[in-house]
């Protein structure tokens, strides 16, 4: 007995020591990129290079924050990218009476289809993947339906767009809401006792029930909440073009996931963390932001189609490079 | 230990039915239900849709089916393993752009159209998106990443190859042999109809009655126990995924003769979701260990016709998909709750 103690400890400390370097290699590689970038491109860490990309990259930070979530109870939310477009439809629809009420109604309709998303996988006990791969769809027949097929433009006369236009102590309002959500996530996992039941759930859902912790509830919750992120990187897409684009937001919840990935974060469940997810998010982003520096400086001239090219690329590498640190410590 | 008292055998509980066997009674409820659901589908439609009971409606289906329910046969035998392939999609497009490259001439000497440059595009087409297939089965298999993770390399990174490939632009081409893949007939009916039910009717028999099908249920069932009974599990898994590459291969072509141009953009995509979606109103469930191959083929139609109802009705497309997810999700849920009974 005292034998499986000690080896259920050694093994709990080793998965620790592991998804520790997991982490620190996503942050090794944005550190090592940010050096490479600084040192080549001029320009490179001007405040407004460092703000347009803090920005635009707000929308997928959130969205893979909701998703680190939702990954930890062992689930998966494909729809997040469908839920972006369709906050964006009702955002510019809304944006008429002002940027509180578009707001609000962006981000109620994503909360809404997180409970619809929670239900199916809590109440009907349909599969995490096969439930939001139909809300995948259904969200987008929605944002059509909502926008009759066209883009909506958002309107000037309110202040919606200030959202994304205005800043507060010289730092641009989206950067606000990217370091409270994170900052809020962090005090979730690692500070709350909902933190510990989401990971409880992830690692052994039955075991969670066993011990009496409301496994529904939670698994409810981390869907609402990225459904109601996912709202809010909506509202940013509507006020960044200036229309609720229905046709935006394809893939990006593949996105989301490959920055949950690059973070560490392991889709079984279980095991995962926040701040991983931000860095390998802001990592896939940087690894955007040096090929448009390089286009920039015409050394190479690679096409708007070789993006997705390398951003597969990136993601095989780091997997690979996960897989290999975990077999690693797995022969020791 | 004294030998196993005879009695003793029927009081033990009986083991989950799996259909290991050809046909499992369950495996032939989940069809005749999908079946019921499709002939209650089409009787609606002959009463309500006019003109549904036409020769050209049917084939209109049909070859709208095709190349979804090929994509699905292959990804079928992935999820059976319990396994997912998001890349199919993706190497759709990069099928569909290699193949008018190579018959027009443009990156071998062959000339425009010839026979040979036909054959070579077909066959090359299909041979490179068949070792994409291995690629993700090696991926799964030697390094051990999750399916999800490992097939989403080539989905994002595949569309991107076939734009590359083709700058982005449309190739337009007018080739009467390779467009006989996705215009011709044979007997009057559409040549990709008869490849669908082809592919449908050889993987159902590999899942039924080979070897290899056993394998292939007794992997996804319990890898671990499959292992340590001597299955082959890593050659079972890479097989899939190159069937599932090589087959969406054949979509993607499929899908450009239909159009007679390709656009590396567009084809092919959200082939994955359509593929899993019938596979999984088809009955099979996504956990692995069952292979409901007809099945897969029935809930592909069954999506198709409900969009053709939905439309031929007055029904906005937009509004069509939310009802097709739903739709989705109840089949889903049934079949769940089957199961559970």
Not at chain 1, 167 to 196: D, E, N
Request: no cysteine.
């Amino acid at each position: 007995m005292a034998q499986l103690t000690t080896n259920s400890q050694s093994a709990w400390a080793w998965s620790r020591s592991k998804s520790l370097l997991q982490r620190q290699g996503a942050l090794f590689a944005l550190i090592v990129l940010i050096l490479f970038g600084s040192f080549r491109y001029t320009g490179f860490l001007s405040t407004y290079n460092i703000y347009n990309f803090l920005t635009y990259n707000t929308m997928f930070a959130l969205i893979s924050l909701g998703m680190t979530f939702v990954i930890m109870t062992g689930g998966i939310d494909l729809s997040v990218g469908s839920v972006v477009a369709l906050a964006s439809v009702v955002a510019a629809r809304f944006s008429g009476y002002g940027l509180t009420t578009a707001m609000f109604a962006a981000i109620l309709t994503g909360v809404i289809i997180g409970l619809i998303n929670g239900l199916a996988v809590t109440w009907l006990r349909i599969l995490p993947f096969i439930a939001t791969l139909a809300m995948l769809l259904a969200a987008r027949g929605l944002a059509l339906v909502f926008s009759s097929d066209a883009s909506i433009p958002v309107s000037t006369q309110t202040d919606f767009i200030s959202i994304w236009t205005n800043t507060l102590l010289h730092i641009p309002l989206p950067l606000y809401f990217l370091v409270i959500a994170y900052g809020v996530g962090l005090l979730i996992h690692h500070f709350t006792r909902l933190g510990r039941h989401i990971l409880a759930i992830g690692g052994n859902e039955e075991a969670a029930r066993l011990m009496g912790l409301p496994v529904d509830r939670i698994k409810l919750l981390v869907y609402v909440m990225s459904g109601g992120l996912a709202g809010l990187a909506g509202v940013f897409l509507a006020a960044q073009t200036n229309t609720g684009s229905p046709n935006e937001g394809v893939g990006w919840e593949l996105t989301a996931i490959a920055s949950v990935v690059v973070g560490g974060t392991l889709l079984t469940g279980g095991m995962g963390s926040v701040f991983a997810t931000l860095v390998g998010s802001l990592l896939l982003g940087l690894v955007f932001n040096i090929l448009n520096f390089e286009n920039g400086y015409g050394l190479i001239s690679l096409s708007v189609y070789w993006q997705s090219v390398i951003r597969g690329a990136f993601l095989l590498v780091v997997v690979l490079l996960q897989s290999r640190l975990a077999r690693q410590k797995a022969r020791i | 230990m004294a030998k196993t008292d005879p009695t003793t055998i029927p009081a033990t509980p009986e083991p989950e039915r799996r259909p290991l066997a050809a046909g499992g009674l369950r495996d032939i409820g989940q069809t005749y239900g999908g079946l019921a659901t499709l002939i209650l589908l089409t009787l609606f439609n002959i009463i309500f849709t006019p003109h549904f009971l036409s020769l050209q409606t049917l084939n209109t289906n049909l070859v709208q089916v095709a190349p979804t329910a090929i994509v699905a046969a292959g990804m079928t035998l992935v999820i059976a393993t319990g396994g997912i392939d998001l890349s199919v999609g993706s190497l759709m497009a990069i099928a569909g752009a290699l193949a008018p490259l190579i018959f027009l001439g443009k990156v071998l000497p062959l000339g425009e159209n010839s026979v040979l440059g036909n054959i070579l595009g077909v066959i090359i087409a299909i041979a490179v998106t068949g070792l994409l297939g291995l690629f993700n089965g090696t991926l799964i298999t030697v390094f051990r990443i999750q399916p999800i993770i490992a097939t989403l390399v080539l989905f994002i990174a595949g569309r991107g190859i076939a734009q590359v490939l083709t700058n982005g632009n449309l190739q337009n081409f007018s080739n009467p042999g390779f467009l006989f893949l996705g215009q011709g007939r044979v007997l009057g009916i559409p040549f990709q109809v008869i490849l669908m039910v082809v592919v449908v009717i050889i993987v159902a028999v590999i899942v039924r009655t080979t070897t290899f099908g056993r394998y292939l249920l007794a992997t996804g069932g319990n890898e671990v126990a499959a292992r340590l009974s001597g299955i082959p599990v890593n050659t079972v898994k890479r097989s899939v995924y190159i069937v599932s590459g090589m087959l969406a291969g054949v979509a993607g072509l499929i899908i450009i003769a239909i159009n007679s141009s390709s656009d590396a953009n567009q084809v092919g995509l959200n082939g994955e979701l359509d593929a899993i979606a019938a596979v999984a109103v088809g009955g099979t469930p996504l956990t692995g260990g069952q292979a409901n191959v007809v099945g897969t083929l029935v809930g592909a139609l069954i999506i198709q016709l409900i969009r053709t109802t939905l439309i031929a009705n007055n029904v906005s497309p937009d509004i069509a998909q939310v009802i097709n997810a739903a739709i989705i999700l109840l089949a889903v849920y049934v079949q769940r709750q089957r199961k559970a009974s």
